[in-house]
T-cell receptor
């Protein structure tokens, strides 16, 4: 079946502009994660959605970052007033929920490469 | 808190030679361990995972890893590498605790297979 898809694949923007990144999870996956991959910082967790529960935003680096998930499926990550240090690859992952205490496997999309000039 | 250390940032190896990519973790609770591979300009692909049971885990593309609790390690091995194995490899850990099960990643190891 189709995997996790993300759009756009590449985005170039000017400092100070807002950007929106989109993630379409695997159908039926109720858990969705955003990660950021940048030089010098590696892969960092940003935010986690599970069903209708309140999202875990503990990884968001600043209040310029926000994300929402409409209808329990598609998610949008928004970065306001972009800065050059926001340049990175933004990865989305989705998973099926498992029984409590078991770790589900996360499946990753191809990422969005963001460059802030 | 949990962390992952991949000591080798780059590993060059000749084609058909064996390879081992090292991963050590720290966690105060039971852990779940993963290896992901990232080919150039692509996302992360799951190679293998350890959740419970046998400590020797076999994955795709001929890779395997062994969970060693006493040494807190989860090293990735392949007996004979191919040019197409050239990629970046990430070790990740999750303790599955709480409401979020985010992965904590190591810094990655760039495997370059030479002809």
């Amino acid at each position: 079946g189709a995997g996790v898809s993300q759009s756009p694949s590449n985005k170039v923007t000017e400092k100070g502009k807002d950007v929106e990144l989109r993630c379409d999870p695997i159908s039926g996956h109720t858990a969705l994660y955003w990660y950021r991959q940048s030089l010098g910082q590696g892969l960092e967790f940003l935010i986690y959605f599970q069903g209708n529960s309140a999202p875990d935003k503990s990884g968001l680096p600043s209040d310029r970052f926000s994300a929402e998930r409409t209808g329990g499926s598609v998610s949008t990550l928004t970065i306001q007033r972009t800065q050059q240090e926001d340049s990175a690859v933004y990865l989305c992952a989705s998973s099926l929920p498992q029984l409590a205490g078991l770790q589900e496997t996360q499946y990753f999309g191809p990422g969005t490469r963001l460059l802030v000039l | 808190a949990q962390s992952v250390t991949q000591l080798d940032s780059q590993v060059p190896v000749f084609e058909e030679a064996p390879v081992e990519l090292r991963c050590n973790y720290s966690s105060s609770v039971s852990v779940y361990l993963f290896w992901y591979v990232q080919y150039p300009n692509q996302g992360l692909q799951l190679l293998l995972k350890y959740l419970s049971g046998s400590t020797l885990v076999k994955g795709i593309n001929g890779f395997e890893a062994e969970f060693n609790k006493s040494q807190t390690s989860f090293h990735l091995r392949k007996p004979s590498v191919h040019i197409s194995d050239t990629a970046e490899y990430f070790c990740a850990v999750s303790d599955g605790a709480g409401s979020a099960r985010q992965l904590t990643f190591g810094s990655g190891t760039q495997l370059t297979v030479l002809p």
